[in-house]
């Protein structure tokens, strides 16, 4: 698999400093990141998955705006994690950025729409498509570590948003700590995607 | 990527004149197209998504005879065109061919089980796997336009229709003008897996 | 596509006699295909799409003992039917392997979720995904056959034991001779993805 090339200085250290995407890359994924999770949350606030408790910051949309600024820096995050562990492939265009959104996005829409089913069934599906997501958007272990560290961090954080009186998640579907039992397939899906686009972001800015 | 080369002539302006695809691969496209009409139809109305309130024509299973007829011929007109645009690949063969009716019959049949499910992440969904199908299948511009084409004039003809009193959308999934919301995703796909079949089929005409 | 050859003896008749697979891949397809199907079983009882009428042998989970028995021996068969039936392909990994498996457990998931939806609608969409996964994991005919044994001799068994008083499917959900209408595509799709898992392990002995 052809490889693009970083400057030699690469390194998991430097990377904590000097972020490898550059600001426009860097806006485009803080933007994406911010509009997914405005169009998911709106899903989960529409189908009673979710709830707002704390009204304390203004609203964009159905969402808190602590909310796409959240998803919006963890994508960036991500991103700059996945360039960190390994060189990302040269291959891949917009299409295949397209499509790996598209892939979360669905995946974050159904997760709404699972609201009144047999949790079982559900959750089942939700990690077999996260699976699946990984599958075709994943190239080994960097972006698996991508989104192992996003379906540990996320639930964990809306976990302790949840004690914190911030949000809930509905009864029934609030199995996992508060949350919803199928909330790290959904955040795992996630960090491979966002993974997925730093490569696509870091290939572009090297090749043209 | 390999394709096939077309007969000197070839040009949008010719291909009006004269189709590019031969008759038996018409008649098929269009029994696949009016096959796949009726099964998506029979969902539509089963779950009440969709009306028929003029009876005027003979009944096929649960569609209007237009219904079929419409579908079948925008099928041929959807591959014909995409042959016009661009030329065919060379690659790909009836397992393709089957997955891309495959991956719209599946669309169509989501779109009728949403009925009674939240708008929003309901078409977030639906455009999410029309973008996935358009990934699998289109191979750039000239499918996608052929997509774009599905979308405006399909959903277009629909909301004349459901104007003038022919057919109608329930309550709920009719906030396009009268028609659902993710109706331009489903032609969409439909343009997509369209033009791919009549690639294979042009490609099949050529190679045996 | 690179095969793995097999030793010169390898022969259907043969293989009746002595599997082609190793004891400890043996061990693992049953595992495998006794946990998927447990987990999807617990599905279609909590979703109230199947019931076990006898209890005579102890519940393992949600299943009666023999369910997890049966889908474990049927992963290993259908296995060494591929097996018997062309060489395996030498390409693929244990992310294909993990992809193949989700895409079973994602669909036998989904049946439960469509449990009171519209028949119609629901039955395309599963075949539909059927076809999906065998065009994906699949690789000609001996993969399409293995699916299309075990769309026959899957249903065949479950409409025995329905007429036999063991086990029934709910009311709405039992038009093929007792069994769900979508039941052959979810055993087709069965029957690919353990033929697939097949080649993986049999690619794995031979190459490591």
Chains 1, 2, 3 share one sequence.
Request: hydrophobic letters at 55%; a neutral charge.
């Amino acid at each position: 698999m052809p490889r693009v090339s970083l400057p030699a200085g690469h390194s998991i250290g430097r990377q904590m400093l000097r972020p490898l995407l550059n600001p426009s890359a860097l806006l485009a994924l803080f933007a994406l990141g911010a509009a997914g999770g405005l169009i998911g949350d709106e899903g989960h606030v529409a189908s009673g998955t979710t709830r707002y408790i704390s009204h304390a910051l203004p609203f964009i949309w159905k969402s808190q705006l602590w909310f796409p600024l959240l998803v919006g820096g963890a994508t960036c995050a991500i991103a700059e994690l996945r360039l960190a562990l390994a060189p990302p492939r040269a291959e891949g265009g917009f299409g295949e950025g397209a499509a790996a959104v598209a892939a979360i996005v669905g995946l974050y829409a159904l997760t709404a729409l699972l609201r009144h089913d047999p949790l079982g069934p559900a959750t089942s599906l939700c990690y077999a498509l996260a699976a699946l997501t990984a599958w075709q958007f994943a190239d080994g272990r960097a972006a698996v570590a991508c989104g192992v560290v996003a379906a540990i961090i996320g639930p964990a954080t809306e976990i302790v948003l949840v004690a914190a009186g911030v949000s809930e998640y509905a009864e029934g579907v609030d199995g996992l700590f508060g949350v919803a039992p199928w909330l790290p397939a959904l955040y795992f899906a996630f960090g491979v995607v966002a993974a997925r686009l730093g490569e696509l972001f870091a290939a572009r800015a090297v090749n043209g």
